[in-house]
């Protein structure tokens, strides 16, 4: 069988492992991790040899751009110490403990490479947390606590990745040094791509058509992430901040047509991204394994065990104290901030689970130092990093929604927030229709349509954000309404069905009024 034949029948056997695991409402990452373990159990398959700097410059830049886009600067910002604690402290503090213990449990590991490791596995992963727990209604706060932590400690931990593999190249590490070259590299990484995603800003105001647009944005995240490596400054903080440019933007850049189109283009690249990815590693690891015959079985397995647990330990062992100790030092903190219950700071320390990005930086490994040498130990980390990745996922991954119920965190719904959103939108475009009004060109008749249906809608926001029990004549009619229209769509959807069959439509027409009726239909339902 031909390399790209395996390559697809790889991809939909993980896409079938996902569609059974959201069967049985298992998240997608976790189906993704146990569906690479199982390709790599698979006798026969090719090893896939692939250059380790193609899978950060080809998966990583789309990937933290797409989390970018999705973050709301005004909440980050209110959570920034917060977040730093995680993203920067807590990293760097995994780091450091992970590459003492794992030195000490492995010798012939160098220090240096342990680091490396650390480093690796320091970034968790809070998409996964986030996708785990979607279905649980979780505080906001701790939501964008666990999103913000996800975007800067990738930079973090794949800095000192980058000082981890120099140390080792060079034999020696200064604090000091490295300090300095990470307030520039970071700083510097955050100007470039909030100047890119300016410009790029511009161009996109140019240019009319959908496709077009959602191709630029598709460079965007490579745009900004290429020039920082050249200059050897964070291309991973040069995306984000790019991202979150763009996401802020975007509302008053993207039109109706081009937004949908992108998400749907988006959502679905993000996803076989992560299939990919969890597709290589199962292909790697058998080739992996073979190297590491040096090892019994149980030694790997107890290895990967342990690694996994110091991984787990560490992260309460930083969150209880860096959520207590900064307002136990400050008093005007705890009255500007009290401390959060204890339940929620035990969910923000069991959401550490590991994802694609520490994937994507053990399959990155180079080969060989800068002084040309062979990295020791590589294999080694790979199998120790998917160990860490497998056992997060699945072991916290799976207990987190268990967790949330049994401890009782549960933020407000977001129900309410969105009634009073759309109410405020509704009066908005009542006033404007108020406006329109005193203009006697306006057709009193076509008036009188558009403000009678924003009526009803007020009407109807009203009476669920009064709560109001039963069914009023008026709420009943517009369920009523609701359901006509719907009905109707359905017809109109079997025509052009039929009428498309009998070739009385072509293909361009048919798709044009399908994507109408698509838009309206979401309309009617939301």
Request: aromatic share 8%; net charge positive.
């Amino acid at each position: 069988m031909k390399p790209i034949e395996t390559l697809v029948l790889l991809l939909c056997a993980v896409v079938g492992v996902v569609l059974i695991g959201a069967r049985v409402k298992v998240p997608y990452p976790i189906a993704l991790v146990i569906g690479g373990l199982c390709i790599s159990l698979i006798p026969g398959l090719p090893q896939v040899g692939i250059n380790p700097e193609l899978v950060f410059l080809f998966f990583l830049p789309p990937l933290l751009y797409a989390a970018a886009w999705f973050t709301s600067w005004h909440e980050f910002k209110a959570n920034l110490r917060a977040i730093f604690l995680l993203a920067i402290g807590l990293v760097l503090f995994t780091t450091l403990v992970t590459g003492v213990v794992i030195h000490a449990l492995i010798p012939e590991l160098p220090l240096a490479i342990a680091f490396a490791f650390g480093a690796i596995v320091s970034p968790p992963d809070a998409v996964a947390a986030t996708a785990i727990a979607s279905h649980m209604r979780l505080p906001k706060r701790i939501v964008t606590v666990l999103e913000g932590e996800s975007l800067i400690n990738d930079a973090t931990g794949l800095v000192a990745l980058r000082f981890a593999l120099a140390a080792a190249a060079s034999g020696t590490f200064s604090l000091a040094h490295a300090a300095a070259q990470f307030l520039w590299v970071a700083s510097a990484g955050l100007g470039l791509g909030l100047a890119v995603a300016i410009i790029m800003e511009r161009v996109m105001r140019r240019i009319k058509d959908d496709a077009l647009i959602i191709t630029v944005s598709l460079l965007i995240p490579y745009i900004a992430y290429l020039p920082a490596e050249r200059l050897h400054v964070s291309g991973v903080l040069a995306t984000v901040a790019a991202g979150i440019y763009g996401g802020w933007k975007g509302p008053e850049l993207l039109a109706a047509s081009t937004r949908l189109s992108a998400v749907a283009v988006w959502s679905m690249l993000v996803f076989v991204f992560n299939c990919f990815l969890f597709i290589l590693i199962g292909l790697q690891l058998p080739g992996v394994l073979r190297q590491l015959s040096q090892y019994s079985t149980g030694q790997l397995l107890a290895y990967g065990a342990i690694a996994s647990a110091v991984v787990i330990v560490i992260r309460p062992i930083w969150v209880f104290p860096g959520t207590w100790l900064p307002r136990l030092l400050s008093r005007r903190l705890r009255q500007r901030d009290p401390v959060p219950p204890w339940r929620h700071i035990f969910i923000v320390a069991w959401s550490g689970m590991r994802g694609v990005v520490s994937l994507a930086a053990a399959l990155a490994l180079p080969m060989t130092l800068p002084n040309n040498l062979a990295l020791p130990g590589r294999n080694l980390v790979i199998f120790l990093t998917f160990c860490v990745i497998l056992s997060t996922l699945v072991l916290q991954g799976l207990s987190l929604p268990l967790i949330i119920r049994r401890l009782g965190v549960e933020g407000r719904s977001d129900d309410h927030d969105e009634r009073e959103v759309r109410l405020k939108l509704a009066h908005a475009a009542l006033a404007r229709l108020n406006q329109l009004g005193e203009n006697s060109t306006i057709s009193e008749q076509a008036l009188q349509r558009v403000t009678t249906t924003y009526q009803e809608r007020i009407q109807h926001l009203n009476d669920q954000l009064a709560d109001v029990l039963g069914w009023s004549p008026d709420r009943e009619r517009l369920i009523a309404t609701r359901r006509l229209w719907l009905e109707a769509l359905r017809a109109e959807r079997q025509e052009l069905i039929k009428l498309r069959r009998g070739h009385q439509v072509d293909e361009e027409l048919m798709h044009r009024l399908e994507r109408e009726m698509d838009l309206e239909e979401t309309r009617i339902t939301q």
